[in-house]
């Protein structure tokens, strides 16, 4: 079976080229925004990364799923990193976002450039900076973080429900089909997909038949069945690599694709893509022009004519 050749330097530019549309259109955004107020900003903040990847190499991810749901709650604009107060609970408080990680990462690097340029690099650019450098900045910082706000796609959402989410951020099925490719790195939590291995759909003892039988088996190890009476907490719940069956899980690659293909992606959302890609394909091969044509003996080769 042919493989999606990408190479991770293209998923990740094209994932935050995805990014930077969710903006407003009167903000301009450059390449090296701060080249002369600040112009040391991205090679502080790529060190810094550098240094906390090699002490935990799934930080890129945790980095790249925070500037997600920043840009898709009310656009890139820092918001997801305030803290809740006495008057508001805030974005990162919303039960669906609360294994975020990488704040700490976003923390140091701004405490840096304060010291080294006070008052201008926001925490907007520096968050889509720590995603990857060389990206178009001059962001402002938002003023409002709210959790009532956050309304995310959800794993067990259809293909549908879920691309009709991104297209009221002005996003499309292609940039779907891209942003999906970060399922190639980092961790996710057993409750995000845990209902694909117990009584699906209210089948009792039963799981989710797109499945592959042998991750199953894998992830049920990982994740036993929840207790009804046993309250949740998001803190002790066990976590799986985003894409189980690569042996690439801290690298930006192709890899989700193939799981994909194979049955073997982790959240319900990535394997309906899958239906979904097979029924595209049929319905490519449905179409038919050569109506008047022939049985080619050589199929490189018209056949000669008596």
């Not at 907007?124 to 900045?137: C, E, G, K, N, Y």
Request: glycine letters at 6%.
């Amino acid at each position: 079976m042919a493989t999606i050749c990408i190479s991770s330097s293209l998923i990740l530019t094209i994932i935050l080229s995805v990014f930077a549309i969710i903006i407003p259109v009167s903000l301009s955004l450059q390449v090296r925004f701060y080249q002369e107020s600040c112009p040391r900003a991205e090679s502080i903040t790529k060190r810094i990364v550098k240094k906390n990847f090699l002490k935990d190499p799934s930080i890129p991810g945790g980095l790249i799923r925070l500037h997600f749901h920043d840009c898709f709650t009310r656009g890139c604009d820092g918001s997801v990193l305030i803290d809740s107060d006495s008057r508001n609970v805030a974005e990162k408080d919303a039960p669906p976002i609360l294994s975020l990680r990488g704040f700490e990462v976003i923390d140091e690097i701004k405490q840096e450039l304060e010291k080294q340029c006070p008052g201008i690099v926001s925490c907007a650019d520096i968050l889509a900076l720590a995603t990857r450098d060389s990206l178009p900045t001059g962001r402002r910082d938002g003023i409002i973080s709210r959790m009532v706000d956050v309304r995310l796609p959800r794993p067990s959402f259809s293909v549908q429900a879920t691309l009709m989410a991104l297209r009221n951020i002005g996003l499309d099925l292609d940039d779907l089909t891209t942003l999906l490719g970060a399922h190639s790195i980092g961790f996710c939590h057993c409750v995000f997909f845990i209902n694909r291995l117990y009584d699906f759909q209210g089948k009792e003892g039963e799981a989710d038949p797109d499945l592959d039988p042998q991750l199953l088996i894998q992830l049920r190890e990982k994740c036993p069945r929840p207790q009804g009476n046993q309250a949740f907490n998001l803190s002790q719940d066990n976590t799986v690599f985003m894409n189980p069956s690569s042996n690439t899980n801290f690298v930006l690659d192709n890899s989700f694709y193939t799981s994909v293909i194979q049955g073997k992606s982790l959240l319900q959302l990535d394997q309906v893509f899958r239906n979904k890609f097979a029924k595209a394909m049929i319905e490519l091969g449905n179409i038919v022009t050569a109506e008047e044509g022939e049985v080619r003996l050589d199929c490189r080769r018209v056949n000669k004519r008596v």
